[in-house]
């Protein structure tokens, strides 16, 4: 009885013991993933500003990515000078919108509600939106920003006739408030 006692107590423990070390192992497989996924970013993150011309950015994050593993090699890539990034000349507006207006309808209308959502005011944006929609049939984009052109061009003497109208109401109104105010008061 008591070599049985025995044998399940070894037994446990043993258990015990597996179980925990399992533990440890994989608690220390996931620290190891977490700084081999930062070693990969820092390596592209110099990769990236070597590209861009910014040597000293570049040592910087392999010096950071050597600092968390200090056998990683020097990479080859590290030491070639970067290749010159030839500029595009910037496109003007108008030939960005003859562009956007070749393609097709709903490619440019991403493209044009993204320009919109930078500049809302953008005359030209809005006419080439309101042109595109008509031609595809997109009504609620027509209503939309018909809407919006119209409400640019509206602003005449008509406007100016309210704004005075309302002017002069409210005029009224504070010296009625005034007299009324004086009456009661004294």
């Given at each position: 009885?008591?070599?049985?006692?025995?044998?399940?107590?070894?037994?446990?423990?043993?258990?015990?013991?597996?179980?925990?070390?399992?533990?440890?192992?994989?608690?220390?497989?996931?620290?190891?993933?977490?700084?081999?996924?930062?070693?990969t970013?820092?390596?592209?993150?110099?990769?990236?500003?070597?590209?861009?011309g910014?040597?000293?950015?570049?040592?910087?994050f392999?010096?950071?990515?050597?600092?968390?593993?200090?056998?990683?090699?020097?990479?080859?890539?590290?030491?070639?000078?970067?290749?010159?990034?030839?500029?595009?000349?910037?496109?003007?507006?108008?030939?960005?919108?003859?562009?956007?207006?070749?393609?097709?309808?709903?490619?440019?209308?991403?493209?044009?509600?993204?320009?919109?959502?930078?500049?809302?005011?953008?005359?030209?944006?809005?006419?080439?939106?309101?042109?595109?929609?008509?031609?595809?049939?997109?009504?609620?984009?027509?209503?939309?920003?018909?809407?919006?052109?119209?409400?640019?061009?509206?602003?005449?003497?008509?406007?100016?006739?309210?704004?005075?109208?309302?002017?002069?109401?409210?005029?009224?109104?504070?010296?009625?408030?005034?007299?009324?105010?004086?009456?009661?008061?004294?």
């Open positions: 009885m008591k070599k049985w006692v025995l044998y399940v107590g070894l037994v446990v423990v043993l258990s015990c013991l597996l179980v925990s070390t399992g533990w440890a192992n994989m608690r220390s497989t996931r620290m190891r993933q977490g700084f081999d996924q930062k070693i970013e820092l390596m592209i993150l110099a990769h990236q500003a070597r590209n861009a910014d040597m000293a950015n570049a040592e910087l392999w010096m950071h990515a050597r600092e968390l593993r200090p056998s990683l090699p020097r990479p080859a890539w590290l030491d070639q000078k970067p290749e010159p990034v030839a500029e595009k000349p910037a496109v003007s507006e108008d030939e960005l919108l003859a562009r956007i207006a070749l393609l097709p309808y709903p490619q440019a209308k991403i493209l044009l509600e993204e320009r919109l959502s930078h500049d809302p005011a953008n005359a030209k944006v809005r006419q080439l939106y309101l042109e595109l929609a008509k031609k595809s049939g997109d009504y609620t984009e027509v209503t939309r920003h018909s809407s919006l052109l119209s409400q640019n061009s509206k602003k005449g003497w008509r406007s100016w006739l309210w704004y005075f109208a309302a002017l002069v109401i409210l005029i009224l109104i504070v010296w009625q408030a005034r007299a009324l105010y004086r009456d009661f008061a004294g």
